[in-house]
């Protein structure tokens, strides 16, 4: 990384990758006050319902089964109409009013992924898409070394939905800051094609800038079949993700 790349990123690291792209506090949505304890309830419904199934499986199962999940386990409970209606407003939101620009990709909250076109990745408890996602994971482990590891995968809309729901909460229904930590169910990259990776035993490190210090992500970056799509001051208008791969087809 040359000098001006490194500081943007030490700059971004000290701020906290917030910087002057939400400077204007005009610019934030939030959650209605009335949403507040809906929106709370449908979290922990998620959460309960990822324990149900396991991690793994969370990663792809559809909004229609985890419906189905919820109404068949009592102590989860089945969603309801306020809910519902909640969970439906979120997705078909357009992200743009949040100052996330990036492009939709599911046009449906009942997009399901089609579990014949995709593979667990061993000792990972993630999914890849087969094809080009995961033979450029093949070639970045060949590439940068046993020292990388896959840290997230194939996400349904339910398990982008669930991440995005809890980043909201912790942040006091702040949407806009939400969806500029992470894209908003529906249009994240995750439920076509893309994958995040990271270095082995650095835990929640991997999700921060702290990742572009590493000897891995000097190595990702000499990669010509890849590239990153989040990166320094990018047009989808969220902080800088070295970690997010982007699989270019």
Same mark, same amino acid.
């Given at each position: 990384m040359d000098r001006r790349g490194f500081l943007k990123v030490s700059t971004?690291?000290?701020?906290?990758g917030i910087c002057d792209l939400y400077a204007d506090? =005009?610019?934030? /949505?939030?959650?209605?006050?009335?949403? &507040?304890?809906?929106?709370? @309830?449908?979290?922990?419904?998620?959460?309960?319902?990822?324990?149900?199934v396991g991690y793994g499986n969370f990663n792809i199962i559809s909004f229609d089964e985890a419906l189905k999940? @919820?109404?068949?386990? $009592?102590?989860?409970?089945?969603? =309801? /109409?306020?809910?519902? *209606?909640?969970?439906? /407003?979120?997705f078909y939101m357009d992200a743009s009013t949040l100052?996330?620009?990036?492009?939709?990709?599911?046009?449906?909250? @009942? &997009?399901?992924?089609?579990?014949? /076109?995709?593979? *667990?990745?061993? =000792?990972?408890?993630? !999914?890849?898409? $087969?094809?080009k996602p995961k033979e450029d994971y093949k070639k970045i482990l060949k590439d940068v070394g046993s020292t990388l590891k896959l840290t997230s995968g194939v996400r349904s809309v339910i398990k982008q939905s669930y991440l995005f729901y809890g980043k909201v909460i912790r942040l006091n229904g702040n949407l806009s800051l939400a969806s500029f930590n992470i894209a908003p169910p529906? !249009?994240?990259?995750?439920?076509?094609?893309?994958?995040?990776?990271?270095r082995k035993d650095w835990g929640y490190s991997n999700f921060t800038s702290r990742f572009a210090t590493t000897k891995e992500f000097s190595k990702l970056r000499r990669l010509k079949y890849i590239s990153m799509?989040?990166?320094i001051n990018n047009s989808y208008?969220?902080?800088?993700?070295?970690?997010?791969?982007?699989?270019?087809?």
């Amino acid at each position: 990384m040359d000098r001006r790349g490194f500081l943007k990123v030490s700059t971004i690291m000290t701020c906290g990758g917030i910087c002057d792209l939400y400077a204007d506090t =005009n610019r934030y /949505k939030y959650l209605q006050d009335y949403e &507040h304890k809906d929106f709370t @309830a449908i979290f922990q419904k998620l959460k309960m319902i990822q324990r149900q199934v396991g991690y793994g499986n969370f990663n792809i199962i559809s909004f229609d089964e985890a419906l189905k999940i @919820a109404k068949r386990h $009592k102590h989860i409970g089945e969603f =309801n /109409k306020k809910e519902l *209606k909640l969970m439906e /407003k979120i997705f078909y939101m357009d992200a743009s009013t949040l100052g996330f620009y990036g492009k939709r990709t599911v046009r449906d909250i @009942a &997009h399901k992924i089609d579990t014949t /076109k995709i593979v *667990k990745i061993e =000792n990972s408890g993630h !999914y890849l898409f $087969k094809g080009k996602p995961k033979e450029d994971y093949k070639k970045i482990l060949k590439d940068v070394g046993s020292t990388l590891k896959l840290t997230s995968g194939v996400r349904s809309v339910i398990k982008q939905s669930y991440l995005f729901y809890g980043k909201v909460i912790r942040l006091n229904g702040n949407l806009s800051l939400a969806s500029f930590n992470i894209a908003p169910p529906g !249009y994240s990259y995750h439920t076509i094609r893309d994958f995040d990776v990271g270095r082995k035993d650095w835990g929640y490190s991997n999700f921060t800038s702290r990742f572009a210090t590493t000897k891995e992500f000097s190595k990702l970056r000499r990669l010509k079949y890849i590239s990153m799509r989040y990166g320094i001051n990018n047009s989808y208008g969220v902080r800088f993700e070295p970690w997010h791969i982007k699989v270019i087809l």
